[in-house]
Each structure stands twice: as C-alpha cells, then as structure tokens.
C-alpha cells in the first residue's frame, strides 16, 4: 500500500467521523430549548358580581407547556378559580365605580422557561336602583303643612341657605304653599337627582303625607324638603343635605324638620296675609304677594308665632297655633 | 343577680373558647333637666330591642304613655311586655323623686339590648313629657350624648289649671295639672285652649302662662313656665 493512499485512508476513517462529531456539536447549540409564548386572551368588559372567565393559552415551538399560573396585578381583590390551569374564573367583586383589572398568565414549558401575558378587565359598577319612601308627618298642634317639596341630590344644590335671600320658588313655597316653581328650579339643576311632592293638599296636625322616590345607587346622595306651615306669613318646614344614601333595603332613618322664616315677608300675623285657614280674609294675595318686607331679607330659623294670646294684638292667631324648634317628622325607608 | 348570673355564663363562654355573638354591656345613662322652671316627674329609663317602641311622635299614645304624661305614673308603663318590671335593663324613678331644674340623675344599666327609652312628665304641664324615642346606642366604649325634646301626648287639653292640693291625678280626671313642684305657680285660672289641635304625639307647643297668679287664663307663669327645645340632655357611657 502506498503511502499516499494511507493517508486518505486516515482522513476517511478518522477525520470524517470527528468532523462529524464537530458539527454534531454545532448541532445541539441549534437545539438549545426555545421559550414558550403565553396569551392571556382578549380583553373584557363585566360588570360586578358576574363570572368572568379567563381562557389562556400557550405554545412552546420545541416542546410542550407544563404549567399554567394565573395571577392577580391591579384592581380590587378577586379570588381566582382554577388559578393553575389555561382555563380561570372569577367573579367581579362589588365596586362603587368603575376599574380595571389586569390579570397575568405565566406559562412554564418542558424545560422550564416561561412566558407571560396581561390582560385587562373593566369591571363595571352596576347601577343599582335606589328607592325610597318618603313619609311626612305633621307634628304640630294647629299648622297644616302643606305638600312637601322633595329634592334628592347630590352636594352642589340647596334649596336656600341661611342669611342667603331666598329664591323666588322658595318665597312662593313659604308664603303660599306652592312648590311649582321650587321643583322646577331643582329640575334645572345638575346636581339634582329627582325632586317630587309629598300630598296632593295641606295635611293637617297629625296627619301625614307620603311620596316615593327612586335614583340610582349613590352612596353621597343628599335630601332637602320644605313645605310650609300654612298658618304663618313665611315659615317652612325645611331639612338641607340630610345624607340618605347609605340605606340598605328595608332600613329606614328619621329626622326631624326646624322651622324656617323664608325672610320674605313681615310676620305680622294680621287677616289677609296667611294662607291657611286661620285667616278667613278673601285677600287675593294672602298667599303670595312678590314684595319683600321682612325685617331683612333672607332665611332664617324661625321664631316662632306670638298670637293674639300672647298679645299681639292685630294676630289672627291663638295659642294652639305655636309650636317650638320642629314641625314635621320625616321617615325614609328604603324599599329597593 | 341577673347582672352576675349573665357575667358568669359569659365567663364560661370565654373559658370553653367559644364565641359570644350577644354580651352585656353596662351604660351609665346621667340625664339633666336643662329647662328653667320646669321639673320631671321620676324618670323611666329602659332597654330593648330596635323593634320596641314605647312611644312613637306622630302616632297615638298608649294608655300606659297616657299615665304618664298626663299624672307620671309609671306603673302602668312597668306592667308592658315593652318595659317589664324594673330590673337590670329598666331602671323606675333614679332620681328618686322629681328632677328640679339644673338637676343630674343617673340609671346605672346593664343590658345586651341595643336600644334607649327614657321619659318623663314635665312639670306643670296637662300631658307633657320628655321623650328619647328608641335611641340606638352603639357597642363601642365611649359616651354619647342626646338631646331630648318636650312632646304633647295628644290626649289632654292644655288648659294650664292646676289641681287642687293634694288631689289624685287620674288619666281620666278632668284634666288638670297633677302639679307645680317650683312652688311658683297660681290659681283662679278660667283656662288657656281648647282641646288639643293634634291628638297624636307631637313636639309640645308650650305653654302660654300668664302674670297674675290669682286670676286670668292660665295658672302657670309666663316667665318661669315656659322652656325651649331641648328640654334634657342624656350622656350615655357605654363599657362593654
């Protein structure tokens, strides 16, 4: 054999094999593992107290995907079902507003590598109707109330305030009883909820009168009323941002009303100037009259009514028409 | 000894581990006569549950209210299934006698109810009485403070004529003033109202008095006998 012919011969025999081998090693860089891609799924929108379903998934292009973990990253606190497969549940816990929740999905594959994945959730507040009746009951000796104007709504609106001239929907409330132009002031406002009218006619000492009301859900809702006390020249009854949101179904809450002088009209007391029965007068205008001639003019409690008893001499008044400090009693109770 | 039977039965509850849900809680309920000139009858001073209402503004008077607000008479009220006997949880007359002016009274209660009665006559009144209406006290330890109004029971004219010295009050006497505790009222009076213009429990309108003490519409004095809301104030000091 000669020598050349060797020397091929080693290069076949020995050196094909270990270039082999070295590309073989080549070959398993190539096949070091390739990580997993994980996918949370769309986004969705629930609202609360429903389930929402998580449907996950994962892919590994060079082998399989072993574990599957769901985790919570934002939002008010959930409790996962299945926390640890493709496929998780939940139910949107109960919120005052709105919010997202972002989930996370982690895949793990064969070889240990993971991938994440977020998702987003807006939970949504359902709004939940919030009803109430409103039950107005006079507490006086001898003033008839007469129907009592009703506004829910949020902070922002007053029906009047105290050394604030009172509007001219007041002044015709507390002078006459008419709560027209009142409730529609409140309608007119945006901060107003729903406003409405308990009676239909004046209720007299012990009686009562009841409207229902309803809005949604609001934990800051607020309720002002007046109405007034008929045998008087200004005076309502009147409650300001009375906070009435926070009733569960089937409680109820009272309160009680002060007296209020609209500062709209002087308290004489004197035939043709009060709209209740204790005035007999046919004035045309006992019930309203536009001028102002209170000592000052805007709202203030009341001070209470003298009457011919107690000496002033020109009142149409007696003693059973007094009261002190409050004038109606309110009950709420909320039925939805 | 139901105070220490019930202390007892809840220091077994606590040596067992187990949970209590109800345990007593003792309140000191100090109540003042914040009026003028006007005193209160002995006192009633009760605890019970959301759903008892001794009385209620707006709705009638008991027959057992009525006792009390037109002679204070409490026994009538101690024979309701509302109130019961006098015991841990109600307290009859802790002033032991009528409350002047200016004067501090306090019921010491044990209790694992949740809510607070407290009334009495004023005096000189036809039917009126003070009235903390079924007042929710918390669990928590601290005191709380009430302020209580005046109210007209309803059920007798305001005429301001005062009895007779020495004379039973019934409820269905003609209708006086059982009394003037002050000394300072008067007589020969032809009578202020006529019958009550609501005959249901309302805030009490007040009286009218006058200033003679020998003659005129009322036996009581305009300027002693009159009072403006609140009439009591009640400072409640829960320890649980």
Not at chain 1, 1 to 15: A, H, S, V
Not at chain 1, 235 to 255: E, P, W, Y
Not at chain 2, 69 to 84: Q, S, W, Y
Request: aromatic share 4%.
């Amino acid at each position: 054999m000669k020598p050349i012919k060797r020397y091929y011969k080693f290069l076949w025999t020995c050196m094909l094999p270990a270039l082999l081998a070295l590309t073989g090693c080549f070959h398993d860089e190539d096949d070091e593992n390739m990580s997993p891609t994980a996918d949370a799924g769309q986004a969705q929108t629930a609202t609360e107290l429903t389930t929402v379903t998580l449907t996950g998934s994962g892919t590994d292009s060079d082998g399989t995907i072993t574990s599957y973990e769901w985790m919570q990253l934002s939002g008010s606190t959930v409790s996962l079902v299945n926390a640890g497969m493709s496929t998780s549940t939940f139910v949107v816990p109960a919120i005052d507003a709105n919010e997202d929740l972002v989930m996370r999905l982690t895949v793990t594959d064969n070889d240990g590598a993971t991938a994440t994945n977020d998702v987003t959730i807006t939970a949504e507040n359902l709004a939940t109707s919030y009803d109430l009746t409103i039950k107005v009951t006079n507490i006086t000796n001898g003033q008839p109330l007469t129907p009592a104007a009703i506004v829910l709504h949020k902070s922002g609106y007053s029906g009047w305030r105290i050394g604030s001239a009172a509007s001219v929907g007041l002044e015709k409330l507390a002078e006459g009883g008419d709560t027209t132009d009142f409730i529609s002031d409140a309608n007119a406002d945006t901060n107003v909820l729903t406003a409405g009218v308990a009676g239909s006619a004046p209720f007299g000492p012990g009686g009562s009168s009841t409207v229902d009301v309803s809005i949604m859900e609001n934990k800051d809702a607020l309720l002002s009323l007046a109405s007034m006390l008929a045998n008087t020249n200004d005076a309502f009854a009147g409650n300001s941002q009375v906070a009435v949101g926070a009733l569960s179904v089937g409680d109820s809450m009272t309160v009680y009303s002060h007296v209020h002088d609209a500062g709209t009209e002087l308290n004489t007391e004197s035939t043709g100037t009060l709209a209740g029965p204790a005035d007999t007068s046919a004035a045309a205008d006992k019930a309203f009259s536009a001028v102002r001639d209170d000592i000052h003019d805007f709202v203030t409690l009341h001070n209470g009514v003298v009457t011919a008893d107690d000496g002033l001499t020109a009142s149409v008044l007696n003693e059973s028409h007094r009261w002190l400090n409050v004038a109606a009693r309110i009950d709420i109770t909320r039925t939805q | 000894m139901h105070h220490s039977i019930k202390k007892n039965l809840l220091a077994i509850g606590v040596t067992l581990g187990l949970a209590t849900t109800a345990s007593a809680a003792d309140w000191e309920v100090k109540i003042t006569n914040l009026t003028h000139g006007n005193h209160f009858t002995p006192l009633l001073v009760t605890a019970h549950d959301h759903d008892t209402h001794l009385f209620k503004v707006g709705d009638a008077a008991s027959t057992a209210i009525e006792h009390m607000a037109e002679c204070g008479h409490l026994d009538p009220l101690l024979a309701t299934t509302e109130v019961g006997a006098a015991d841990a949880d109600t307290i009859a007359n802790p002033a032991e006698g009528v409350l002047a002016p200016g004067a501090t009274t306090t019921a010491m209660i044990t209790t694992n109810d949740t809510h607070l009665s407290v009334v009495a006559m004023v005096l000189p009144t036809n039917d009126g009485f003070l009235g903390l209406e079924s007042q929710h006290i918390p669990a928590e330890a601290g005191s709380y403070t009430y302020w209580v109004n005046a109210y007209d029971a309803g059920t007798e004219e305001n005429d301001e004529i005062l009895a007779a010295s020495g004379s039973t009050c019934t409820y269905t006497d003609s209708g006086m003033i059982p009394g003037a505790p002050g000394g300072d009222a008067g007589t020969g009076a032809t009578g202020v109202s006529s019958a009550d213009g609501n005959t249901m429990i309302h805030v009490h309108r007040g009286v009218l008095g006058d200033d003679s003490l020998t003659d005129g519409k009322s036996d009581l004095v305009n300027t002693i006998h009159r009072w403006q809301n609140p009439v009591a104030k009640v400072v409640v000091t829960v320890t649980p």
